[in-house]
């Protein structure tokens, strides 16, 4: 499929106008795919005391899920560009209590980030796996060995038309780099050792995990 050359690669500008939009009613629009939400964060295998880095954390859906599992010791470090998304998810935060949670309001390129995580968590977070800043910018805060888990749309194989008209349709609506749905996780992919890939949706949603490791530079 030939995309237009305003659409290659991620436009920060235009994902956080979207985000900007979506904020209202995000969560309820990804409803469905909590499911999905589940099994990603079982495969960052968090033990309590953990601190993971949750990347584009959106409104804060996954953070009761991490919070169950790394408790009150452990930490949840968000990062989010868009202000409206992260409004919600420090309301969430407030509301549950948690005094473990902080919220760096950034791109992922060049967030701050104050500690050396042991996992990392990018849900549905196409934009940002194709900066090379960004991911650079998360995996150097990792500690050697940290789980990392990504999630997101992807092309399914050709026959499977309804999951492609989907991932087109949510791809639209969601992301501004259009053209790398071929294989989205293939920057970050370079830099995990032990990946494995688990798919949904007719394979129109991809679930990669793996460990990080320093020595992988993919450069
Ligand atoms: C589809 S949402 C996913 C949100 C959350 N991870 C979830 O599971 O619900 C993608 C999020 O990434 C954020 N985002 C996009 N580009 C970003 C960037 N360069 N840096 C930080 N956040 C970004 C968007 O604002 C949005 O909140």
Same mark, same amino acid.
């Given at each position: 499929?030939?995309?237009?050359?305003?659409?290659?690669?991620? /436009?920060?500008?235009?994902?956080?106008?979207?985000?900007?939009?979506?904020?209202? =009613? =995000? #969560?309820?629009?990804?409803?469905?795919?909590?499911?999905?939400?589940?099994?990603?964060?079982?495969?960052?295998?968090?033990?309590?005391?953990?601190?993971?880095? !949750?990347?584009?954390?959106?409104?804060?859906?996954?953070?009761?899920?991490?919070? !169950?599992?790394?408790? !009150?010791?452990?930490?949840?470090?968000?990062?989010?560009?868009?202000?409206?998304?992260?409004?919600?998810?420090?309301?969430?935060? &407030?509301?549950?209590? $948690? &005094?473990?949670? #902080?919220?760096?309001?950034?791109?992922?390129?060049?967030?701050?980030? /104050?500690?050396?995580? #042991?996992?990392?968590?990018? &849900?549905?977070?196409? !934009?940002?796996?194709?900066? /090379?800043?960004?991911?650079? *910018?998360?995996?150097?805060?990792?500690?050697?060995?940290?789980?990392?888990?990504? %999630?997101?749309?992807?092309?399914?194989?050709? $026959? @499977? $038309?309804?999951? *492609?008209?989907?991932? @087109?349709?949510?791809?639209?609506?969601?992301?501004?780099?259009?053209?790398?749905?071929?294989?989205? $996780? #293939?920057?970050?992919? +370079? +830099?995990?050792?032990?990946?494995?890939? /688990?798919?949904?949706?007719?394979?129109?949603?991809?679930?990669?995990?793996?460990?990080?490791?320093?020595?992988? %530079?993919?450069?």
């Amino acid at each position: 499929m030939q995309i237009p050359a305003r659409r290659r690669g991620p /436009d920060r500008s235009a994902a956080l106008a979207q985000y900007r939009r979506r904020a209202r =009613y =995000y #969560d309820q629009e990804l409803a469905l795919f909590e499911p999905i939400r589940e099994q990603a964060i079982a495969r960052l295998r968090l033990a309590p005391g953990a601190t993971v880095l !949750d990347v584009g954390c959106g409104t804060g859906l996954s953070f009761q899920l991490l919070h !169950d599992r790394l408790g !009150d010791s452990g930490r949840i470090v968000g990062i989010e560009q868009c202000p409206e998304m992260m409004a919600k998810a420090c309301a969430r935060v &407030h509301q549950a209590h $948690w &005094h473990n949670v #902080d919220l760096v309001c950034a791109p992922a390129a060049t967030a701050t980030i /104050d500690t050396r995580a #042991d996992a990392a968590l990018f &849900h549905f977070t196409h !934009d940002i796996l194709r900066e /090379d800043a960004a991911i650079e *910018n998360v995996l150097t805060h990792l500690k050697p060995g940290a789980r990392v888990v990504a %999630t997101g749309l992807q092309w399914a194989p050709p $026959w @499977m $038309w309804p999951a *492609n008209g989907f991932v @087109m349709a949510a791809a639209l609506y969601s992301v501004t780099a259009l053209e790398s749905l071929a294989r989205p $996780w #293939d920057k970050l992919e +370079r +830099r995990l050792r032990y990946v494995e890939f /688990d798919t949904a949706l007719l394979g129109g949603i991809y679930i990669l995990s793996g460990s990080y490791s320093p020595t992988e %530079t993919g450069h």
